[in-house]
């Protein structure tokens, strides 16, 4: 199953390397944006340093994807001590996330997988999920934290989103 969901995202990030398109969300199945998505985003995204690479916009450790209280979505409800984890001045997002404390801590960027990409880096992104794919072969949401760096960000304040599972999965 992990070669399928893979390949899901390897297939979505070369799709989008043939538009025109500047960014795109490559998301789960079951990622529900909140109501407005475009708008806080936008926000977020003007905040970010010019050089990023892609932002992840609803973990499951921090919108409390095991309480799944619906009446917290779009804000901060961690399910683990986010004390330390440095965020930008505005409260929007974490920086500076070192993929080692995000690993050792279990943060892992899915539940659901959601993040916006920008095109300038979509070729770093795809080599370094596959790169690390063929070492460890793990799912992608442990993926994608191994492969954190100094450019990739994670919503924190709204949280953009939240996992609506919808009776399993599409395979």
């Known amino acids: 199953m992990h070669q399928i969901s893979y390949e899901m995202i390897v297939n979505n990030l070369n799709l989008f390397k043939k538009t025109t398109f500047d960014y795109a ?7 529900n944006p909140i109501n407005n998505l475009l708008e806080e985003l936008n926000k ?19 919108w409390g994807r095991i309480y ?8 901060l409800n961690p399910e683990y001590n986010m004390d330390g984890i440095p965020y930008h ?3 929007r997002f974490y920086m500076n996330c070192d993929k080692n404390i995000y690993v050792n801590k ?9 993040f916006v990409i920008d095109k300038k880096y979509v070729d770093s992104l795809l080599n370094d999920f596959i790169n690390k794919y063929n070492i460890n072969n793990h799912n992608n949401d442990v993926i994608l934290t191994q492969i954190l760096n100094e450019n ?3 919503c924190r304040e709204p949280l953009l989103g939240f996992e609506n599972e919808q009776g399993g999965t599409t395979f």
């Open 25 to 31: 969300i490559i998301c789960d199945d079951d990622f």
């Open 152 to 154: 990739d960000f994670i």
């Open 106 to 114: 279990h943060f892992w960027l899915g539940g659901p997988i959601s």
């Open 68 to 75: 799944r209280d619906y009446t917290k979505i779009g804000h």
């Open 44 to 62: 977020t995204i003007d905040l970010l340093p010019n050089n990023w690479r892609c932002i992840h916009l609803c973990p499951g450790y921090l």
């Open 89 to 91: 001045a505005s409260g």
